[in-house]
């Protein structure tokens, strides 16, 4: 296939691992990796925060860079986030029908029928559960709440990482509670954001896991802070880099720890 990489607003700023280990475990599979130059923000801040005139030409400039999938150009369009999955999916053509931009809305729905988050594209997608991964860690999963609650990834990602050589996962407790992240909820409300990311730090640190992985790295970024604050030692790493590290180029554990 050939597959068209989103990156993401935090991809590109601040964690730009993910993506390019997305960009390696799908090449490693075979697959080609393409990189649509025009790409941006996919419009999800600004809906969440209000801003819905201001997130349509966003949403306009991220349809116009992924449509191409309409034409052939490229099978699928995959992003290492469930959050930004959802935005595609499930805010995208609203906010161009609020616009009155009904073309463009159902130019959105078309693409985000061709959008997948990583962990839907191995297995619903290209049938894959075993991609060939060795990471030799004990690893705990958190299911971010867009990917479980808004695109219902379900266990994929657990599915995933069970086939990943040498890994000791472990369960987290609670592990469907928020981590109390949510983006500005984090700012606009951060007693209750606090609380909330003491219990899932709790719960992180009852593993004994050196390694807390998640679909997205926006939520491991706020669990990640709380950890090192503690000094936990545990280390923050997107499902993206544990499926691409193998016994040849095995991935580097390095994050937020202390």
Do not use: W
Not at 15 to 36: K, N
Not at 105 to 129: F, K, N
Not at 200 to 213: F, G, H, I, R
Request: contains cysteine.
């Amino acid at each position: 296939m050939r597959i068209a990489l989103a990156a993401t607003c935090i991809g590109d700023a601040l964690f730009p691992q993910a993506p390019q280990a997305t960009a390696r475990l799908l090449e490693r599979l075979g697959h080609e990796v393409v990189f649509p130059p025009g790409q941006a923000c996919c419009g999800q801040m600004h809906v969440n925060t209000g801003y819905l005139e201001e997130a349509y030409p966003v949403v306009r400039n991220h349809v116009r860079a992924f449509e191409p999938v309409l034409d052939g150009e490229f099978d699928a369009v995959v992003l290492p986030s469930g959050s930004c999955t959802g935005a595609v999916r499930h805010q995208q053509a609203m906010v161009c029908r609020r616009a009155g931009d009904e073309a463009l809305a159902r130019r959105a729905d078309a693409v985000s029928r061709h959008t997948y988050e990583l962990s839907e594209l191995l297995v619903d997608v290209l049938g894959v559960t075993d991609v060939g991964a060795h990471f030799p860690h004990r690893v705990t999963y958190h299911p971010t709440c867009h990917s479980l609650r808004m695109i219902h990834v379900g266990d994929k990602p657990l599915r995933l990482l069970r086939e990943v050589g040498g890994i000791d996962l472990v369960e987290l407790p609670g592990a469907e509670s928020c981590c109390g992240f949510g983006g500005t909820f984090a700012l606009k409300n951060a007693p209750t954001s606090t609380a909330m990311l003491a219990d899932k730090v709790t719960a992180v640190k009852s593993t004994e896991a050196e390694v807390l992985t998640a679909g997205d790295y926006s939520c491991l970024m706020h669990i990640g802070g709380g950890l090192s604050r503690l000094r936990a030692g545990v280390r923050i790493m997107h499902l993206a880099e544990i499926l691409a590290s193998t016994v040849d180029e095995p991935a580097e554990v390095v994050g937020v720890a202390a």
